[in-house]
């Protein structure tokens, strides 16, 4: 272990570090090696220190006033100089909207191969990392390995679970960079809502697809939500057809796992399954009896969701009392 | 532009759980159709733009390159090479990027965020390195004002307005447009449009440049094994409570 080689685990999300921590321990024990964080920002020494808790060996910190915010050429050319110096074998990136091109072009300035949104991770035989990706728009899961070295592979949100904290040897070093100047700039910067927690970290969501009539009988949806402590969604046609919301849940939209996932009115096309299908139980609600979504339910309901959803929310009502 | 499989109509072979990718239908990617929209529209309002479509595949692309002429680009270039065969992301961007040198001098270069079939999303910003752009991802409004793009792009937590100098590379979402349906008079219009062709070795790219850095080992279809139990019963009241007792004793209710 001399530095050399290593798991490093990159993301401007702190959730997504800590994930990453958690799978990237289990990667370098199995290929004997070091793991290392890289912490970028802002007054984030404390977190740098907290991450050996959660697992690293190493973290790179690089703490400076002008990095509080995420820029792409600045964090890259940070990123790529510390790959130089220390070779890392793996580097797995979150995959975050900013994350993914930062991936990309880092990949491409360290020649690079890259399989991004890893849902599995692992090591072969070979002691080649093998990354496992939902492709074809859902149809498929490809297991894909690499032929070169760094290895670098990026990982959504929630692919896997945050490591216990606990006792554990590693050091922070602080290491020396050069900003590298903005090709772009952000000239304005509106934050979304944040009344609501992120889908993503609901343990159970009611959605709702074409089977909806109205953009107001979401409501019905919000009533049984708010019962399970949980979050509405939709399903893509809601946004792109009707224009009714911003976000939908699927392959291209938000992948989500909670506990109970309960899909109202929405026929269950592949793109969609593709997106909850990590989800504990999945309740279909369907008037169509060949609805798709019925292939892939725990528990499925024929019937009209104006009925049937109002029951269930009274029914957990008076069991939840 | 990405001749992309058309995952719609892919069909699984039950008893492998292999795909059969062999002679399925292929189309225009979603989301270059979007990028080549935009790209469209933006020529509308600058007078004496123009629009070049860039496509790279292993096989015949014709159908797709004709496609985007109906919808109004000026001239499409491909690169057909069986060699394309099993190439990554890495090859891709790079033939892409030297491609758009050999065509010259441009202002913007709009690409879908993602393919429709393998949905990476690395294209785009590893061209934007290798022609040494600025690159705005996400993009779901495009404004040019002279050599300026503004560009608003949505993130998790955020809308972010972004500003290049151009030359610049914008990678866009589906929800930036609506793609129009070439008419019939467009599709004959677009048969006396040029479609140049070149090889790798018009371009003078070695072959290890096109070298997967990556490798496929398997793609199956995934099981998805659920309990299928189907609750029914004489009212909806009753079709309720057999729903919340079982969603209860499945513990993902309550406390």
């Not at chain 1, 995420?70 to 510390?82: C, D, P, R, T």
């Not at chain 1, 809502?193 to 107001?216: M, P």
Request: with cysteine; charged share 30%.
């Amino acid at each position: 272990m001399n530095g050399q080689g290593g798991v490093w685990v990159f993301s401007e999300v702190y959730d997504l570090t800590l994930e990453m921590l958690g799978k990237g321990r289990e990667l370098a024990d199995k290929l004997q090696t070091e793991l290392s964080a890289i912490v970028i920002g802002n007054n984030v020494q404390d977190k740098a220190d907290e991450l050996v808790k959660y697992g690293a060996d190493k973290v790179y910190l690089i703490d400076h006033s002008a990095l509080e915010r995420f820029q792409a050429e600045a964090y890259l050319g940070i990123i790529q100089n510390l790959a130089l110096k220390s070779h890392p074998e793996i580097l797995l990136i979150g995959s975050t909207r900013n994350g993914k091109p930062l991936a990309a072009r880092l990949s491409t300035r360290l020649d690079a191969g890259c399989v991004p949104d890893c849902i599995r991770l692992s090591i072969d035989d070979k002691k080649r990392l093998v990354g496992e990706r939902i492709t074809y728009g859902g149809n498929a899961i490809a297991k894909i390995t690499f032929k070169s070295k760094p290895q670098v592979a990026t990982v959504p949100l929630r692919a896997f679970e945050k490591p216990e904290k606990k006792d554990h040897n590693g050091q922070v070093v602080k290491s020396d960079f050069k900003v590298e100047p903005a090709k772009t700039e952000v000239v304005e910067r509106k934050p979304l809502e944040t009344s609501s927690v992120r889908i993503e970290e609901a343990q159970s969501i009611v959605s709702g697809g074409r089977g909806l009539e109205k953009k107001d009988d979401i409501a019905l949806l919000q009533d049984l939500a708010k019962i399970l402590g949980g979050q509405v969604g939709c399903s893509r046609p809601l946004v792109e057809d009707r224009k009714w919301f911003t976000d939908w849940i699927g392959l291209s939209g938000h992948k989500v796992k909670p506990k109970l996932y309960i899909a109202c009115g929405v026929s269950g096309v592949i793109q969609h399954v593709a997106g909850i299908r990590d989800s504990k139980i999945i309740v279909a609600i369907n008037k169509d009896p060949e609805a798709p979504i019925f292939e892939v339910a725990d528990y499925g309901v024929v019937g009209d969701l104006y009925q049937v959803v109002p029951a269930l929310r009274d029914a957990l009502k008076k069991m939840l009392q | 532009m990405k001749q992309a499989v058309d995952v719609s109509q892919l069909k699984v072979d039950p008893a492998t759980r292999q795909l059969v990718t062999a002679g399925a239908p292929k189309k225009i990617s979603d989301f270059d159709k979007n990028a080549l929209e935009e790209s469209i529209k933006i020529r509308e309002k600058n007078a004496g733009a123009e629009v070049f479509t860039l496509t790279v595949s292993p096989e015949d692309a014709k159908v797709v390159l004709r496609e985007g002429l109906a919808m109004g680009a000026d001239k499409a270039y491909c690169v057909v090479d069986p060699a394309f065969q099993g190439v990554d992301t890495s090859g891709t961007s790079y033939v892409l990027s030297e491609m758009v040198r050999k065509v010259g001098e441009f202002d913007l270069i709009l690409c879908g965020d993602s393919s429709l079939d393998s949905f990476s999303g690395l294209v785009g910003p590893r061209m934007a390195e290798l022609l040494n752009l600025p690159q705005i991802t996400s993009v779901k409004k495009v404004v040019v004002e002279g050599d300026t793009v503004i560009a608003e792009r949505s993130l998790e937590d955020a809308v972010e307005m972004v500003k290049a100098k151009m030359p610049a590379l914008l990678s866009v979402t589906r929800e930036i447009n609506q793609p129009r349906i070439p008419s019939l008079m467009m599709i004959m219009k677009a048969s006396k449009k040029e479609i140049v062709a070149w090889t790798l070795k018009d371009l003078n790219i070695p072959a290890e440049k096109t070298a997967a850095k990556i490798e496929v080992l398997e793609a199956l279809a995934p099981k998805m094994e659920r309990k299928k139990i189907k609750i029914a019963g004489e009212t909806v009241e009753e079709i309720g409570e057999k729903l919340a007792k079982a969603l209860l004793q499945e513990g993902v209710v309550g406390r």
